[in-house]
């Protein structure tokens, strides 16, 4: 797991990451974290997989989700599934 930086709170967020990488062959591959999840796709499916990856792995665990394309000029945020939002229960007294 990879610690990422919530933007909306400022406080440090543990998060899965799934990347989208290019090979030396050209083609792209899917990665959670550092473990290969699909290789050798077209970029399009590639960023389809992450994203539904991504998708599916926020809903089976609940946890805070990120997929992001790495390229040698950056990184781009591809998708982003947040942690729910912690609701607070008003109690009448």
């Known amino acids: 797991m990879m610690c990422w930086l919530d933007q ?12 989208v990488k290019e090979g030396a ?5 899917v990665y959670r974290d550092i ?8 970029l399009g ?9 991504g998708r599916a ?3 089976n665990t609940g946890m805070a989700v990120l997929v992001v394309m790495i390229c040698p000029i950056g990184v781009t945020l ?14 009448a007294a």
């Open 35 to 42: 473990d290969p999840v699909v290789t050798q796709l077209s």
């Open 45 to 53: 499916s590639a960023i389809r997989t992450a994203r539904g990856l």
């Open 8 to 19: 909306t709170n400022g406080v440090a967020d543990v998060s899965i990451v799934i990347k």
């Open 57 to 59: 792995t926020h809903d």
């Open 25 to 29: 062959d050209g083609l792209w591959n």
């Open 78 to 91: 591809l998708a982003r599934y947040a942690k729910p939002a912690i609701q607070h229960n008003a109690v």
